[in-house]
């Protein structure tokens, strides 16, 4: 499974307007075809996550992720925050760039942590924090997928 | 308002699978090589502790049970098939906790049902 198949034109926000961590959560879980009560769990789950650990990465990047009985199969969606915003990420740094994850507790393909794998991998391509602030539609986002090498 | 007991126990087994990936060393250890902070691995058990503490019961103790046979006690339907043991119409036996909240469980396998749509 390749990152530029999961990511399109309805999953991805470059204009995220969240002032806070919470936020950004709820509006990343916008971005899927959830219902309100799924929705709700979702963010719940999501919150839990980050009490173990933030998973703001550094260098401007977060991967909220988790699995959950309220999906089906492997859902993602990416935001991006133009200012940054605290995510009480490992560098005490603005996140800028964020990845959700979320998965059912069982997946048949088991795509979840390959993909968390690669999303990370992505993360730490250098320069690509520019990049991705420079882009302006989200066809250049998915381009930028598609040129990673594997 | 009061949460839905069946979303509690939705919770609930999504904070399990959680805190058993997070015993998986081999898991933990691939989150720390991606980058992922896991400091606080104990508030897991909190978390699952505030949750058992707003379910009926009996309704939690039916789940201990269930658990102890399957790894997941609750399944989806779709289409009328529990997902769990892929039998069809799976409905049947119910129980109403406390709080008023219809609860079903499959014929076949006993598993407690949710429905995604
Ligand atoms: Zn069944």
Known sequence: MELKELFNNTNVNLN??????????????????????????????????????????????????????????????????????????IDGKPANFFFLIVAPPIEISNYYLPVLGKVAQFCKIQDIGAKLKEIKEIPEFLKLLEDIPN | MKESQLRLLMFLQDLLSLKKEMQDFQVVEQYEQMGFALDKKERIEESIREVTEQLDPVLYHRFLRIAEKYDRPMAPVKNGVCYGCFVSAPTGSKLVTEHQDVIEFCNHCGRILYRID
């Open chain 1, 16 to 89: 995220l307007k969240a002032t806070d961590k919470d936020a950004v959560l709820l509006e990343l879980i916008n971005l899927l075809k959830l219902d309100e009560k799924a929705k709700d769990m979702l963010f719940k789950m999501l919150k839990k996550r980050e009490n173990l650990g933030s998973t703001g990465i550094g260098k401007g990047f977060a991967i909220p992720h988790c699995r959950s009985l309220v999906v089906d199969k492997l859902n993602v969606a990416f935001g991006r925050h133009c200012e940054g915003l605290d995510f009480k990420s």
